[in-house]
């Protein structure tokens, strides 16, 4: 019996032990800022992942030839300038002595990699699809300091891809000697390097002295992923952290109203929208479409679901988009217009249908109280929740009445917003109103290869007029985001991409 | 002994594949495919298919599994589709943080179990009884990311608005105080179970003769409970602690989750949600060794204790 | 069977049965006995009542919206305040009564059924088929219950019906075990000779013996376990694989309140308690039966 007590005993101790560690606490240390991301990195290998917490970090480390202007228009990084050799063809020319963190200099070599990398069929990389109109086979390196990518037919909107994280510069002789180590050894030309990775925790980074841009302000950089909102908010508040990325609603005025707190709020690229499956009934009669879209409040919808992390949308794109043409959408909520339009279509008595929604908290509400208002046309709704694979299949598959769902055009681009959601060719894909219209199908593809941006601008409110007309779906709001950031942070810039950057943000 | 061990072992194995094939049936099965969840949205559907193949998803079930099967053999558990990583080495930098915090919780457990079930025993069917019984259930009864968001709410939020600083870290990993909470949240959860059986345990042993024996002998009735009555009432908890381990380990997930712990459970619901297949496959053996091999220990430190036991194996 | 022993076994019967009774009377005196225990049972009475007359006692639907008094704290006009859409918390705990309580005993059935009898099975016949349903049973056991039913339900889909049949699942094994043993301990009682010698079928006699004399430890485990089902299910939830909106299940509504639980503290705190209550008084019960019904614990 002593032997179990002293096992017992020596197993209290060491878990003490080694709980105890570092129990000091430490004074601020001023070199060193303490971010929050919403999600633990997966990887930093910016071809490898395609999450908005990876590529965060990922943009820290690695840099692309051209980075996007919080204008949505883009500026020179790697490269210092660039043309159009002719229609299919962008030439580069690099910025001379940059190096990478393991010291090699930075060249036309690394570009030409890094693409071919990353489209390479037979790896078949997440990120791979955002390049998927450039040539990789046909990169010509004309000399150390100049590389001509092609693509494969005109691609008007190809410098805002390359501006992508996807399209992050990597060093070919570390990929080359880490093979599948290099996700957890990046090497990348970005103002600060991997220190540490404690998987699970946080990511240390350090800065990188000999950045061509200058050293960042401060010494060391850590992400820490922290997946529940309020406990964002609360280690905010507390000190724990010096920036934190999406506050919750809830959270917005508490931050706001904390003298020791600043609070950034943007508009991000995404729209959030509920979406009718065109090819099956009751959606697949226009008229019912067009009396839901006229039985919504979204003013309603977007306050109480959304509060002041969405604003009400107005059209088929997100309103940051140059494009976007706020005048196309006519739904205003009309009531007896919606009966109207339903007895027309046969649907005096209404129907059954099942809303699929994901596990998204705004879509779940916005599901609630459409089910409750729906009732008094009729209208039974019940609500199914999905998993979000089992989500994206089936609503890639047809098989749902009615969904939500959000679309997040990153490069900000129109056609990127455009494009996957409407086009024909990506039924069973992106499209999953299942759209299918030849008219929309030409306007989609003209405006991929336009060059002229008036002429483009055109073509892509000419395809807004024509979803109006067709209603595959209700746009409900702008995503807004909110980062906070504590009050004795300076310099520091959000991105409406989300991906804000570390270089010139210090601690006083 | 050393056979006995030995045969013991090797009858984990079909309990090993066995749970390893039914996740990966579960995981098979599930709609949705682990392709379209790593490829951004407006991926086409050539570039899905790609994917599918790259990874090894369009063979049937059974040769998946096959292989699955053959690179475990090879002590191999494969990569991690989502980021290419072994999923062993994956595996090993994060466990250590869910058993330091299962160990943590455990002391908890016992610690507030020993005690409540100690108190309800020498004073059965005393309010006191209920009482112990009484407060070793709220910990049961609470469903612990409630309790986790309170005490977050209280030991962090309340504490640095109202004395300026901050008594817990709200989340995190890495020193002594990052692990009470969590320790605590999941430690109270299991206490009832380990007071229980302290109490019946007790009970019995304190009708033995050899009890009212050091009572007669005028031994302080302190000394009678610790040193002849809890000695002896001990061994069925130390077997309820092994069997609760597996579902401690399994309940660690949404502890984890709250206090942003980088275990292995958070780990799981990800890789789950992700269908990241080999990811989950790993984690489930990982557990179901653990969880076997605890079991397994409990059995063992039956025999050493108790010599009568001993015998029958030799 | 031969007629000759139906008179046999018939007073083998009226004697079982008036044992049966007077241990029944003296588990509940000695069940009195415990005031905490009592307590728990008054406690589950007055859920039962209330989850019997939802309808009635609740001052509102279940899913009665309205956005002109969204967050409004406890007061006079909603007496536990109202969540995101205007709703009444208060009527929505009465409504989600019957859904917590009907998740505890589905889930428990599932798992006593199925589970009861296959260990009633493994435990009566021995041998090979024990064997193989243990050895399955072990399978399952030895992946951690909360994650298999996290597996389970991602895998279905999250709705009410999926996540009471993953809990199920998830007892299967739990009362195989624990109605195994106590058939293998009861099934070499003379009363079960008597009724093989008599000529009783092996169904009738798990049926009509074995089945009556594992009652005991049987009971006390389904009620704790009906208690631990419900805080499985608000894990669950927890997770966003619980009930399906708008259905007002406690585990589903506090989690969904949970980020407002710094403003609006009412609309996790409520179902909250609602639950710690409910789990609280099964395992009060089930201690108490334990105490009870154990010859061990007699004074």
């Keep these: 019996m002593k032997k179990m007590t002293c096992i017992l005993v020596i197993f209290l101790a060491a878990g003490i032990l080694a709980a105890g560690g570092r129990a000091e606490r430490e004074p601020e240390d001023l070199n060193h800022l303490i971010v929050a991301n919403y999600a633990e990195t997966q990887i930093m290998d910016p071809h490898a992942v395609e999450d908005t917490a990876s590529h965060w970090i990922n943009n820290q480390i690695f840099e692309g030839l051209v980075r996007r202007t919080d204008d949505m228009g883009v500026e020179p990084a790697l490269a210092e300038d660039w043309e159009f050799v002719d229609e299919r063809t962008i030439e580069f020319s690099l910025r001379e002595g940059v190096r990478f963190h393991n010291g090699d200099e930075f060249t036309a070599e690394d570009v030409k990699f890094s693409y071919q990398r990353l489209l390479d069929p037979d790896a078949s990389l997440a990120g791979s699809s955002r390049l998927a109109m450039v040539d990789a086979e046909n990169i010509e390196t004309i000399d150390r300091y100049t590389v001509r990518i092609p693509t494969y037919e005109s691609f008007s909107a190809l410098l805002t891809y390359l501006a992508h994280s996807s399209s992050l510069i990597v060093s070919r002789s570390a990929v080359e000697e880490l093979g599948g180590d290099f996700g957890a050894n990046p090497v990348g030309t970005g103002p600060f390097k991997l220190s540490r990775w404690d998987q699970g925790t946080a990511v240390h980074l350090e800065r990188f002295d000999d950045y061509w841009g200058g050293p960042a302000q401060v010494e060391r950089l850590t992400f820490r992923g922290i997946p529940e909102a309020s406990s964002r908010t609360i280690e905010l508040e507390t000190g724990g952290v010096h920036v934190a990325q999406q506050i919750p609603e809830t959270d917005l005025r508490r931050v706001d109203e904390n003298d020791q707190l600043v609070l950034h709020q943007y508009e991000a690229l995404r729209l959030n929208y509920i979406v009718f499956n065109t090819q099956k009934p009751p959606f697949d009669d226009i008229r019912v479409r067009r009396a839901i879209s006229y039985a919504v409040n979204i003013d309603e919808l977007a306050e109480v679901a959304y509060g002041d992390l969405g604003s009400p949308a107005q059209g088929y794109m997100n309103s940051s988009i140059w494009t976007f043409t706020p005048d196309v959408y006519g739904y205003e909520q009309d009531l007896d217009r919606a009966r109207e339009l339903l007895a027309e279509a046969g649907y005096a008595d209404g129907f059954e249908i099942t809303m699929s929604v994901d596990d998204n908290t705004e879509r779940r509400t916005v599901a609630e109280i459409l089910g409750s208002q729906f009732r008094e046309l009729n209208i039974d709704m019940s609500i199914d929740i999905y998993e979000w694979g089992a989500y994206l299949q089936m609503t890639a598959g047809g098989q749902h009445d009615i969904a939500q769902l959000s679309w997040l055009a990153s490069t900000g681009d129109p056609h990127h917003a455009l494009h996957p959601n409407y086009h024909s060719d990506n039924i069973g894909a992106a499209n999953r109103s299942h759209t299918s219209l030849p008219e929309l199908d030409e306007l989609l593809e003209a405006g991929m290869v336009e060059p002229d941006q008036e002429r483009r601008a055109e073509i892509y409110r000419e395809a807004q007029r024509v979803i109006a007309e067709y209603a595959p779906i209700i746009p409900v709001t702008d995503d807004r985001e909110a980062v906070g950031v504590r009050s004795n942070v300076t310099g520091f810039q959000y991105s409406p991409s989300g991906y804000h950057l570390f270089h010139g943000v210090g601690l006083e | ?314 | 069977m031969n007629t000759s022993a139906a008179p046999q076994d018939q007073s083998l019967k009226t004697e079982k049965r008036r044992k049966q009774r007077t241990r029944l009377q003296e588990t509940w005196r000695r069940f009195r006995k415990n005031r905490w225990a009592l307590s728990g049972l008054v406690l589950l009475v007055l859920l039962a009542a209330v989850a019997l007359g939802a309808g009635v006692i609740a001052p509102e639907g279940v899913d009665h919206q309205d956005f002109t008094r969204r967050f409004a704290p406890p007061g006079q006009e909603n007496l536990l305040g109202t969540d995101n859409l205007g709703r009444d918390t208060l009527s929505r705990i009465i409504h989600g009564s019957r859904l917590s309580l009907s998740i505890g005993f589905i889930t428990t059935s599932i798992g006593l059924i199925i589970g009861g009898t296959l260990g009633a099975f493994a435990g009566f016949y021995g041998g090979t088929r024990d064997q193989i349903i243990m050895r399955i049973m072990d399978v399952i056991l030895a992946i951690p219950g909360f994650i298999f039913a996290v597996a389970l339900v991602t895998a279905l889909g999250p709705n009410l019906t999926n996540l009471m049949i993953a809990v199920g699942v998830n007892s299967i094994p739990y009362f195989a075990r624990i109605i195994r043993s106590s058939v293998m301990s009861v099934k070499e009682y003379e009363y079960i000779e008597a009724a093989r010698a008599i000529g009783a079928g092996d169904l009738r006699i798990i049926a009509k013996h074995v089945i009556p004399n594992s009652f005991a430890p049987i009971l006390v485990q389904a009620t704790l376990r009906i208690g631990d089902t419900i805080i499985i299910a608000a894990g669950l939830s927890f997770l966003g694989l619980g009930a399906q909106p708008p259905l007002p299940e406690w585990g589903a509504m506090l989690s969904g309140g949970r980020q407002y639980l710094r403003d609006a503290w009412w609309m996790a705190t409520f179902p909250g308690i609602a639950i710690m209550i409910t789990v609280l008084a099964f395992n009060l019960v089930g201690d108490g039966l334990r105490d009870a019904l154990d010859p061990r614990l007699k004074n």
């Design chain 2, 1 to 314: 002994m050393g056979r006995y061990i030995l045969k013991r072992i090797a009858a984990l194995i079909p309990v090993l594949i066995g749970a390893t094939f039914i996740v990966f049936a579960i995981m098979h099965f599930t709609p949705g495919d682990p392709a379209t969840l790593m490829l951004p949205q407006d991926a086409t559907r050539a570039e899905i298919e790609a994917m599918q193949e790259r990874l090894g998803l369009n063979e049937p079930f059974l040769v998946q599994y096959g292989s699955f099967l053959a690179g475990l053999l090879q002590g191999d558990l494969g990569i991690s589709f989502r980021t290419g990583q072994p999923v062993a080495s994956v595996i090993m930098t994060r466990l250590p943080a869910t058993m330091l915090l299962a160990a943590a919780s455990i002391i908890v457990a016992v610690i507030i179990g020993l005690i409540a079930g100690i108190i309800a025993a020498i004073r059965q069917y005393t309010f006191w009884d209920g009482g112990a019984m009484f407060t070793a259930l709220l910990g049961v009864s609470m469903p612990n990311f409630w309790l986790g968001l309170m005490m977050i709410l209280l030991f962090s939020v309340f504490w640095s608005t109202n004395f300026g600083y901050t008594l817990l870290p709200a989340s995190g990993y890495g020193t002594f105080q990052h692990i009470i909470m969590p320790a605590v949240v999941l430690g109270t959860a299991h206490a009832s179970f380990i007071t229980r059986i302290t109490r019946s345990s007790m009970l019995e042993v304190l009708r033995q003769d050899y009890i009212r024996t050091a009572r007669a002998k005028g031994l302080s009735e302190w000394a009678v409970i610790v040193s002849h009555a809890l000695r002896n009432a001990l061994m069925p908890v130390v077997t309820i602690i092994g069997l609760r381990f597996g579902v401690l380990l399994g309940g660690s997930v949404i502890t984890e989750r709250i206090f942003a712990w980088p275990g292995i459970g958070r780990l799981l619901i990800d890789a789950v949600r992700a269908q990241d297949y080999n990811v989950v496959q790993g984690i489930i053996l990982t557990y179901a060794v653990i969880f076997s091999l605890v079991t397994l220990a409990v059995d063992l430190l039956y025999t050493v204790i108790d010599p009568r036991i001993r015998r029958q194996y030799r």
